[in-house]
């Protein structure tokens, strides 16, 4: 079974290598999907896999890279794209 969600990630959060590390998580985890910075200073993100997986990862970003400060973390059900791997999208 595959779940997706999206996520957008509130607080201190570009600048601090959060995307990076998103990528390096996700990957690891074996998840597909993508990651950007936002235009009003959050960073979103979409991921695709194994609840399990998603879960844990999600649980993940609530915390971020130790440079991050997260303050709130918005998730919601998201249509399957059918992605394949995990990557790093220009700010959108």
Not at 24 to 29: D, G, I, M, S
Request: proline letters at 7%; hydrophobic letters at 40%.
């Amino acid at each position: 079974m595959r779940v997706v969600r999206h996520a957008i990630v509130c607080g201190h959060v570009q600048g601090v290598w959060y995307r990076g590390w998103t990528v390096e998580n996700a990957t690891a985890r074996g998840l597909a999907g993508w990651v950007r910075n936002r235009p009003d200073g959050t960073v979103e993100a979409v991921f695709a896999g194994p609840p399990n997986a998603v879960e844990a990862m999600l649980d993940a970003c609530r915390r971020g890279p130790a440079a991050a400060r997260v303050s709130d973390i918005l998730v919601d059900d998201a249509p399957d794209e059918g992605w394949t791997g995990f990557v790093q999208r220009p700010t959108g």
